[in-house]
């Protein structure tokens, strides 16, 4: 039987609501969920999270959501977000998360757009953005409010989130609660996510429970991981891995989730949690292994030498497994033996000394950064796609991945190339639509079901997908050449002292780039240099700082045609964040903000 008809039989016929009463029935005491970390922490039961998900699906009821109705959810990652979402769910509403990044204006448009008529806000932030945007929603019927203290005194709307819970009992889970349980199909749309809006305003991708269900139990399949798998849930909502990964893919295999609210407790989320399955976008893996170089700096002598020995056997092993080569047996035994002495015990020190599936996905990834992770024994696998395909629609396993690549088509999914290179996918995770103002979906693929994707790539003989840049990225220069600029800024961010790079050079005479300090790595480059200071601004200046870049991108342009190379570029202090503008809320780059905010320096590159 194919990998496709597997992964099809596993999953139809199936609906997260049905699958979560599953998971209360088959493992009522396994963890479902975990917030806070040590003596704080707090675990919920697969039967506990389902019992506080029939309370407020009868409070949501009772509120008046119905099926079709949509609800924004302005909260972190805490267990009342699942709650919310999937009671939600319950009633055939379809509950949306916004970033909690938005401004008010874009608030003011997914919230328009969107027809809320149910809006919960987590407490006095939320509320004093979205404030100015209430009294425009003229399908609002409720505020639920997490924080019982900005429930606003004789406004009607409002509504406790504890008063609307109740008190969860088991007869919670009644007959009615069933009766919705059962009342979902596959096709029913299940949830939306707005894209992030880098090109033109954000969209409402409609997913489905097949979409969702599919995406998980595909993942699953092509890289298993043990039963009741741990995982980490430290991305927004919002982000449609984070959906996938944090929601939905834990009710399809009944793992256990450690939520992690503020990025800024990851690695000890991660230690405590020490999860089988990780998703990082490119600047977390980067983070993560500026830390790990940083402790190798710490080692003895002796230790050194053991850790170099071993990080060369494992990085020759990669580097055969990524060119489709086989690894002699001899070679296989000696890393496994180093790998558990000698590597383990430092991936231990970010809690992925378990970590079975690693992935990264969102943007290109150096292969630096690759190859140096692999050498201590973490092998992370790009994967592709976007909100539209329900996340990954190309996913790189253990047995066939290749450095640059972004793997194979998923089980039952379709890749092809239109005649411009523009990437085309079709199968079960292509999503029905767009949210339409009026509620409905407005289909996006076309007659013979291919949605074109934005992405521009190649398709190799092995069935491996390329990503090469977004078609409206593409720079063309006024000599009429396109150049790729996400190759050249990815070989640009390979070094600790660049977080963010741009490649310019759109109807220009040739390329030059912005490059931004890392926040992190600049000070620390600093200090392992012997620079004084650890001030961005003051690095943007130094001279060490510019011979280093210098160096950066003369390497760059090793591996560049000449009509990519980058003839100059200017040092931003930063840091650039979702909330400074210059980036998405998945950390994209906001080209014409950043063009529009950087103009004067952009043109003094072409004086």
């Not at 509504?159 to 109740?166: F, I, N, Q, S």
């Not at 707005?194 to 954000?202: H, N």
């Not at 558990?340 to 970010?350: D, E």
Request: with cysteine; glycine share 8%.
């Amino acid at each position: 039987m194919s990998s496709a008809h597997r992964v099809h039989r596993a999953v139809e016929g199936r609906t997260i609501t049905e699958l979560l009463r599953r998971n209360a029935l088959s493992f009522p005491d396994h963890p479902a969920l975990t917030s806070g970390l040590g003596g704080d922490a707090t675990t919920w039961t697969w039967s506990q999270l389902r019992s506080e998900v029939a309370a407020l699906t009868r409070g949501l009821s009772a509120l008046g959501l119905r099926s079709g109705d949509r609800m924004l959810i302005a909260m972190s990652s805490r267990p009342e977000h699942w709650v919310v979402d999937l009671a939600a769910i319950h009633l055939g509403a379809l509950p949306c998360t916004t970033y909690d990044t938005l401004s008010t204006e874009q608030i003011r448009f997914v919230a328009q757009h969107s027809a809320a008529t149910v809006v919960v806000l987590e407490g006095a932030e939320q509320l004093r953005r979205w404030q100015p945007v209430l009294d425009e929603l003229p399908d609002l019927r409720a505020v639920v409010a997490l924080d019982p203290a900005i429930v606003a005194p004789g406004d009607l709307r409002f509504v406790g989130y504890a008063d609307l819970r109740g008190d969860p009992t088991p007869a919670d889970v009644d007959a009615t609660f069933e009766d919705l349980t059962e009342q979902a199909t596959p096709e029913t749309p299940l949830t939306v996510v707005y894209t992030s809006g880098t090109t033109g305003e954000p969209k409402g991708v409609v997913l489905s429970h097949r979409n969702v269900i599919h995406e998980s139990t595909m993942q699953d399949h092509l890289i298993p991981v043990p039963e009741h798998p741990r995982t980490v849930a430290y991305l927004p909502l919002a982000h449609i891995a984070e959906r996938v990964l944090g929601i939905y893919m834990p009710i399809c295999n009944a793992g256990h989730v450690t939520l992690c609210p503020d990025p800024d407790q990851l690695l000890p989320s991660l230690v405590s949690a020490r999860p089988h399955g990780f998703f990082g976008v490119p600047r977390v893996w980067e983070k993560l292994a500026a830390g790990l170089e940083a402790r190798l700096g710490g080692l003895d002598d002796q230790q050194a030498v053991a850790v170099a020995g071993a990080r060369d056997i494992a990085l020759e092993v990669f580097r055969l497994r990524s060119a489709d080569k086989e690894v002699p047996a001899d070679l296989q035994d000696r890393h496994d033996q180093l790998d558990s002495a000698v590597l383990r015990p430092i991936r231990a020190a970010i809690g992925l000394d378990d970590c079975r599936r690693a992935v990264s996905g969102a943007a290109p990834i150096p292969t630096a950064v690759l190859e140096f992770l692999a050498s201590l024994g973490l092998a992370v696998y790009e994967v592709w796609g976007l909100s539209e395909t329900t996340g990954a629609a190309t996913v790189s396993t253990p047995e066939a991945f290749a450095l640059g690549a972004v793997g194979r088509p998923g089980p039952g999914i379709e890749v092809s190339l239109a005649e411009d290179g523009e990437l085309l996918v079709r199968g079960p995770v292509v999503f029905p639509g767009y949210l339409a103002p009026d509620g409905g979906v407005e289909a996006a693929t076309d007659p013979d079901g291919w949605l074109a994707t934005g992405d521009i790539g190649t398709v190799d003989e092995r069935g491996m997908v390329t990503i090469t840049d977004r078609k409206k990225d593409i720079i063309i220069t006024d000599g009429g050449k396109n150049i790729a600029p996400t190759r050249i800024e990815s070989l640009l961010r390979s070094h600790p002292l660049v977080a963010q790079a741009v490649a310019i050079g759109d109807r220009r005479r040739y390329v030059t780039a912005l490059l931004v300090l890392d926040e992190e790595g600049g000070p620390a480059w600093a200090r392992a240099n012997g620079i004084g200071t650890t001030s961005l601004a003051e690095l943007a200046r130094h001279p060490r700082v510019h011979a280093a870049l210098d160096d950066v991108v003369a390497e760059a342009n090793t591996h560049l045609a000449r009509v990519e190379q980058v003839k100059t570029y200017r040092v931003l202090a930063g840091p650039w964040t979702a909330e400074s503008g210059e980036l998405t809320p998945k950390l994209s780059l906001r080209r014409p903000v950043i063009a529009e905010r950087h103009a004067a320096t952009i043109d003094a590159m072409y004086a």
